[in-house]
């Protein structure tokens, strides 16, 4: 076959792609980065960390399971402590180790609504039933949104910013209660 003949058939492929990226690119209402454009922010990090992590795995996988137990330790710090609420109580108080004493629990009084008492859930499994709707905000929320409304309406404490090392520590920790396990960073076992 002449290369002429080659390039020709090579090319029809090539074409019909490129149309069909060009297309699918501008029916999208979300702008997708060229390949190998410098990426900003947390994304360079990203990259950094993945070309270091890949020198060394064994370092790699050290370093992710004391960053692991870290995060751990200070969720669940921040589940038993009784000053991220005004009322003395802390997340253990109504579900110790995750679980639930039972009964009910009233919505703090300081908020001015109610009084109305709700039972208190497991939190096993509740990382498996979020993000869910939840009828006190009308919306679909995330388990740390969540984490939040507890915080408010039980602790009578005030809500941590979403973006917050501390609601992302809270919501990690709720989520190792899911299973009874402590959250395993891949392939520790």
Do not use: W
Request: charged content about 20%; proline content about 5%.
């Amino acid at each position: 076959m002449k290369l002429s003949t080659k390039i020709a058939a090579l090319a029809v492929p090539v074409f019909a792609l490129v149309a069909l990226t060009v297309s699918c690119g501008t029916t999208s209402r979300y702008k997708a980065d060229e390949f190998g454009a410098k990426q900003e922010g947390k994304m360079d990090v990203a990259l950094a960390n993945i070309d270091r992590a890949m020198g060394d795995m064994e370092a790699t996988k050290k370093r992710a399971m004391a960053k692991q137990a870290e995060v751990l330790r200070l969720g669940k710090e921040l589940y038993n402590d009784t000053e991220l609420g005004t009322n003395g109580q802390s997340c253990n108080s109504c579900h110790p180790g995750g679980g639930t004493t039972g009964g009910e629990a009233e919505i703090a009084k300081k908020m001015g609504h109610g009084p109305y008492k709700l039972p208190i859930p497991s939190l096993v499994g509740a990382s498996a039933r979020f993000p869910k709707y939840k009828i006190p905000t009308d919306e679909v929320i995330t388990l740390a949104q969540m984490d939040n409304n507890c915080i408010r309406m039980f602790l009578a404490g005030k809500r941590l910013p979403l973006n917050s090392p501390e609601s992302f520590y809270l919501a990690t920790y709720v989520s190792s209660l899911s299973n009874g396990d402590d959250i395993q960073v891949a392939g520790s076992k």
